[in-house]
């Protein structure tokens, strides 16, 4: 009696998260419409990340640059990084592309916002590390970092720290100054 009400029990949660699930999901599925295409770039994407939230004052900054009549936009931003050999950072809320900025001479593998929201750091197929004033949208710093492509890069939490991995198999912790 007991296996049979278990057995029972057990089909009715499996009903009932079956059909939970079901609804759930259906629901989730439509309404997970497209929001905006970013279509700046000529070539494969192969990096996006999304601005930190102190960044917001800094990318006006360089917008208003640019264009001192641009109005002020509260983002969100990201960072993409393609086989173009370009870097461009996007206001999503507009799905425009507002910075761009050239210098690598490969794959650009991966792009972050540096934690202080004003630099992006970049690494690429061309073996290096760089530094981008993205304001006055030019590289302010180039380390050759690898003896093979630079595939991934990091931000350490606190600490003033970068790491770089690579095709050479290593990853390398360098210091911010």
């Known amino acids: 009696v007991v296996d049979a009400f278990v057995a029972w029990l057990s089909s009715l949660f499996s009903c009932i998260y079956a059909e939970f699930g ?4 259906q629901r989730r599925v439509r ?8 279509r ?10 999304w601005a930190p939230d102190g960044c917001t004052a ?25 086989r173009d050999k370009t870097i461009k950072v996007y206001d999503v809320s507009t799905g425009s592309c507002i910075i761009s900025l050239i210098g690598h001479d490969n794959w650009v593998r991966q792009a972050i916002f540096h934690p202080s929201g004003k ?3 970049s690494c690429a197929d061309d ?15 180039t380390i050759a970092a690898h003896e093979h492509f630079v595939t991934c890069l990091d931000f ?15 990853c390398k912790v360098w210091e911010c100054r």
Not at 161 to 169: A, C, E, L, R
Request: glycine share 4%; proline share 4%.
């Open 127 to 141: 073996k290096t590390l760089r530094v981008w004033d993205f304001k006055n949208r030019r590289c302010t710093k």
């Open 40 to 49: 700046e770039h000529d070539h494969v994407v192969e990096c996006v990340a």
């Open 156 to 170: 350490h939490k606190s600490a003033p720290y970068v790491i770089t991995g690579s095709v050479d198999q290593l």
């Open 22 to 25: 079901k609804q759930w999901y």
């Open 31 to 38: 309404a997970k419409e497209c929001k905006v295409e970013l």
């Open 58 to 82: 800094h990318i006006n900054e360089a917008i208003q640059a640019e264009n001192p009549r641009a109005g002020k936009s509260d983002g969100p931003f990201l960072v993409s990084g393609s």
């Open 119 to 121: 630099m992006i750091v």
